[in-house]
Structures are given as C-alpha cells and as structure tokens.
C-alpha cells in the first residue's frame, strides 16, 4: 500500500512562493509516478505536474510552466511542488497522486491519493 501526506500549504500574498511537500509510504511506492492536482472552489480538478519514477519524464500543465517546479527525492520518499509566481488563481487545494502509469497527466491514471493542502493566494 501506498500513503501520501501533503504539507507545506498556507496563505501566500501574489507573487510569493510556496514548497509543497508529499511524504509517501508503504513498500510499493518504488516505481511509482507522482503527480500534483488542484481542486479550487467551483472548479473541477486540474492537472499542476507529474513526474515519473526516474525523474526522466516531467509534465507540467500550460498554466504552470515556468511558475512550478516538480522534483523528488526516492531516498526520502518524497515528491516536492516549488510554486513561484503565485497568483490568486492559484488559490487551492493541492493533493498529490501514486499511479503505475507512463504518464500521470489524468486524475483517474492514479492509484493513491493525499487528502491535499490548502493553498490561498491573496490579492
């Protein structure tokens, strides 16, 4: 089984940063795909990142580019989302998602996911 637990999230004025992180455990999170999505208030889940296992393949949504960064560190079972730039769009809630998948950029291509951090960006 894999567990995800995200922290890091809080109230950011715009155009400040936020490190989100997600602590995963369990014996089959080796191989494992990350993903970053969020949920804000009225709107449906959106893609923010994935990365795979190696690090070799990393996808970022068009709105993220050059704003988030997506990195992990396997030794601390641990997947990063640097957020740069924030705007009040990007106001909320952020989970991270396991999957066994060559991709990672559709929620449902997830096995496992964290009950999310809040994130509010003010104006």
């Known amino acids: 089984q894999v567990q995800l637990v995200e922290s890091g999230g809080g109230l950011v004025q715009a155009g400040g940063s936020l490190r989100l992180s997600c602590a995963a455990s369990?014996?089959?999170?080796?191989?494992?795909?990350m993903g970053w999505f969020r949920q804000a208030p009225g709107k449906e889940r959106e893609f923010v990142a994935a990365i795979s296992w190696r690090g070799d393949r990393i996808y970022y949504a068009d709105s993220m580019k050059g704003r988030f960064t997506i990195s992990r560190d396997n030794a601390k079972n641990t997947v990063y989302l640097q957020m740069n730039s924030l705007k009040p769009e990007d106001t909320a809630v952020y989970a991270c998602?396991?999957?066994?998948?060559?991709?990672?950029?559709?929620?449902?291509?997830?096995?496992?996911w964290g009950r999310g951090t809040r994130v509010t960006v003010s104006s």
């Open positions: 998602a396991a999957g066994q998948t060559r991709s990672g950029t559709e929620y449902y291509e997830y096995d496992y």
């Open positions: 369990g014996r089959t999170f080796s191989g494992y795909t």
